[in-house]
């Protein structure tokens, strides 16, 4: 018992841990050798946070919404796949699965250049849906390898047996498959909202900054010497995943409640 | 990983661009007073100063609204990045745009300007262009013609940083710095060019340790590099086992060399803004104590620009954007070191007798170094070419040199 609760300190230190020291950097004025806190501390960043806070809700809001478009839409893509995949034996199908996987595991550089070229001619680029689009397609395999796990612990029988007694295609989804894969897809999207959420890269090519996104908001700060501003921002994109992550969790309890 | 790339991805558009004058839709200033009325006007800048940001995000928005009836939307974007995202959209042949103003000078322009992003000439269609600019001051950036694709924005010119309770007396001279870092291992280091700091020390020293910088102005001179060069390499491998960790790393860019002179490792930092020091002492970064300095041989100074993009699809607001940022006022209020600190590009004899009076009367905070001392240390900066050529000679004899 003892020892459990050691490893739970542990854990916490491992994780709260640097954002303590994010907390001290965002109020500290000067900080140098030998000090272990901050040698004078001062509130510039809220005072920042004060006078740019539209600035900084406009690129907050941006990102959380294509990033939740992009989980949407990656449920779109993988649902159908998965469901094939998990249900199928064929040959060839584990190469088909890894291609499936591929824009997980290859350098962004080599497709983004090329969609870049595409979605200007396609006037996507410069646009929320472009950049939604573009990290849809970065981040499905993640929801698509969830869902193959979600749909496997699906036994055939149940959908079979839902046909049975007259259900449509739609039904089934709608009633058995989705509240059955409802923790497969809460996985999925927690990882790809935290992709699209966190990505810099693509959201600067394709929204070439009039797509407003809070990672191109911080980055130049974490690029130069003011860590006061760069710990703080950082601490404000912690709070939106861990939020929405909350609201996830409280609304999925109820609904299992509701249904057991 | 991602620099390389974007630099592969330039070469490659830059081979694939071919080089014609595109179709501009001209505009008289008047014309475009007019028609930017209600509109939005997009700055692409570098973002990293909440200084700088601030300023944009109050001074000049608001000016801009109440005097012209324009929004401003800041886009911070770093300039090799958007001067990239504009040969891509030229390559897809898209007319409109997103960029409309940005800020840019030396290489990127120089690229920019060759692939025909810009629009342009436009400098001399602004009136506080023509009023207040001596035009013979703002010819060159970086030893390119900027034939009125550019209009100046702000100068800058490279100090030293110390902290006046640590060190005393600063070495005066490039031969007393060496001594000085000698006097003290691992006091000192600077940022591995091609960092724009880093890069811009080199070539102090370049000037410094071969006899100045007159020699370099015509253009790029081979036999002359080869011949003068070794002795800024034979300078720096030998203070190199004295420097931050024995030389054998450097800081990467010069942000992380400013933390380096925050937490107090090294005992100097560099800047290529001279009123960089006044504007950290104002933040509560730096103590009161620290102050800046310049070597007898001479800082380098630059001016920096804005340009309008070829694709602008604001065209008029660009207009209105980039010559109010010329006019006196601006000039006057971005001078203020709790502002931004940046010296002015205007000409001081063509401004009125009560915005020179309140030029002269500006606060430049105690860590900027006056005025005529800058003047009379400053030293141009060195084409193009050579720079290029130093930056990648640099890794070659003292970075990889054992």
């Keep these: ?194 992709v699209a959420f966190s990505d810099y890269f693509l959201v600067f090519l394709i929204g070439g900054g009039s797509v407003p996104s809070y990672s191109g908001y911080l980055f130049p700060f974490l690029n130069s010497t003011d860590w006061s501003l760069a710990s703080g921002l950082t601490l404000l994109f912690i709070i939106v995943p861990v939020l929405l992550f909350a609201v996830l969790d409280v609304t999925l309890i109820r609904f299992y409640r509701k249904w057991l | 990983m991602k620099k390389v790339g974007f630099v592969l991805l330039a070469v490659f558009l830059l081979l694939s661009c071919q080089q014609k004058a595109p179709e501009q839709q001209s505009l008289s200033y008047d014309q475009a007073l007019e028609k930017s009325r209600g509109t939005t006007v997009n700055f692409y800048m570098w973002g990293g100063s909440a200084t700088i940001n601030k300023w944009i995000n109050s001074y000049v928005t608001n000016r801009l609204k109440e005097v012209y009836d324009l929004t401003l939307n800041m886009v911070p974007m770093d300039a090799s990045v958007f001067v990239n995202k504009l040969l891509t959209e030229k390559q897809a042949g898209k007319k ?108 102090q020293l370049f000037y410094a340790t071969t006899g100045g910088h007159e020699q370099y102005m015509k ?24 420097l931050w960790q024995k030389g054998e790393v450097y800081p990467k860019d010069i942000a992380a060399l400013g933390l380096l002179f925050e937490r107090g490792e090294v005992d100097m930092n560099m800047s290529y803004h001279q009123a960089y020091a006044s504007g950290k002492i104002i933040e509560g970064k730096y103590p009161h104590s620290v102050r800046t300095f310049v070597m007898k041989e001479g800082a380098i100074y630059n001016t920096h620009f804005t340009a309008i993009a070829h694709n602008a699809p604001n065209l008029a607001g660009a207009m209105v954007l980039a010559d109010f940022l010329m006019s006196p006022e601006a000039q006057l209020s971005k001078n203020a070191p709790e502002n931004w600190g940046d010296f002015t590009v205007l000409d001081m004899e063509k401004l009125e007798g009560s915005i020179q009076q309140a030029f002269g009367a500006l606060d430049l905070g105690k860590a900027t170094l006056p005025l005529d001392v800058l003047n009379r240390h400053g030293v141009p900066e060195i084409p193009a070419a050579y720079l290029t050529r130093l930056e990648n000679d640099w890794a070659r004899f003292v970075l990889e040199k054992k």
């Excluded at chain 1, 001619?121 to 397609?137: F, N």
């Excluded at chain 2, 300078?235 to 004295?242: F, N, R, S, W």
């Design chain 2, 96 to 203: 409109n745009g997103t960029v409309d103003v940005m800020w840019i000078n030396g290489e990127n322009f120089k690229n920019a300007r060759e692939a025909g992003l810009l629009y342009g000439p436009v400098a001399d269609k602004l009136p506080n262009f023509n009023k207040y600019v001596d035009p013979a001051t703002v010819a060159f950036d970086f030893g390119f013609p900027v034939e009125n694709y550019e209009m100046p924005y702000g100068r800058a010119q490279f100090v030293f940083i110390h902290d006046s309770a640590k060190i005393i007396s600063p070495p005066e001279s490039f031969a007393a710095l060496k001594q000085w870092i000698i006097n003290h291992p691992g006091k000192f280091t600077y940022p591995q060019p091609p960092d724009f700091t880093g890069s811009a020390f080199i070539r």
């Design chain 1, 1 to 194: 018992m003892k020892n459990h609760k050691l490893k739970v300190i542990l854990l916490w230190m491992i994780f709260l841990f640097p954002l303590l020291v994010l907390v001290l950097y965002s109020f500290s004025g000067q900080w140098a050798f030998p000090s272990l806190l901050p040698d004078t501390i001062n509130f510039r960043t809220f005072i920042y946070f004060k006078e740019n806070a539209s600035q900084i809700f406009i690129h907050i809001s941006s990102s959380f919404l294509y990033s939740i478009v992009a989980v949407i839409l990656s449920v779109v893509y993988s649902l159908l796949p998965a469901e094939f995949l998990s249900r199928r034996e064929f040959a060839g199908k584990k190469i088909i699965e890894s291609l499936l996987l591929a824009p997980a595991v290859l350098p962004v550089m080599t497709f983004s250049i090329g969609v870049h070229l595409m979605f200007i001619r396609l006037g996507l680029a410069d646009s929320h849906l472009g950049v939604a689009l573009i990290l849809s397609v970065y981040s499905y395999p993640y929801m698509l390898r969830a869902l193959i796990s979600g749909y496997k612990t699906i036994h055939p029988d149940a959908v079979v047996c839902a046909r049975n007694l007259g259900a449509g295609p739609l039904q089934i989804l709608w009633e058995i498959e989705i509240p059955m894969l409802l923790p497969a897809l809460t996985a999925g999207s927690s990882i790809v909202f935290l």
């Design chain 2, 219 to 242: 253009g790029f001179d081979e036999k002359l590099y080869l011949e003068k060069s070794p002795q800024l390499w034979a300078y720096l491998t030998e203070i190199k086992p004295y």
